[in-house]
């Protein structure tokens, strides 16, 4: 199972990113992905999780209103849009895949991406 993210980088506050998580070798229909961040010192944080096969999300309250998560489904992807960035915003951001409960619990995902960086000052 491979999952690689893109789109990290620095912006200012109130700008936006777009996160992508491309993912192989495994079943991405009727399954789970989701994305997490992490910053120094913190514990990894739920963002949104999206059900493939459906399309039913869930979204943490701290980005609810300015993050959204979709997908596309052709091509074994799942996207992060980020608007009206903050500060706080700043963390790693990871891809996961393969949770039976789909929630924005960490430990209920089998697979990761490496992470890609975002930076908001």
């Known amino acids: 199972v491979q999952l690689v993210e893109s789109g990290g980088g620095s912006v200012q506050p109130g700008g936006s990113l777009r996160l992508s998580c491309g993912a192989s070798g495994y079943t991405y229909s009727s399954n789970c992905m989701g994305w997490f961040r992490q910053a120094p010192g913190n514990e990894r944080e739920g963002v949104a999780s999206?059900?493939?096969?459906?399309?039913?999300?869930s979204t943490a309250d701290s980005v609810k209103g300015r993050f959204t998560i979709s997908q596309d489904t052709s091509k074994n992807t799942v996207y992060l849009q980020m608007n009206s960035l903050k500060p706080e915003d700043t963390a790693m951001y990871y891809c996961?895949?393969?949770?039976?409960?789909?929630?924005?619990?960490?430990?209920?995902?089998?697979?990761w991406g490496q992470g890609t960086q975002v930076t908001v000052s």
């Open positions: 996961a895949a393969d949770s039976h409960a789909c929630s924005l619990l960490a430990a209920s995902f089998a697979y």
């Open positions: 999206i059900w493939t096969g459906g399309g039913n999300t």
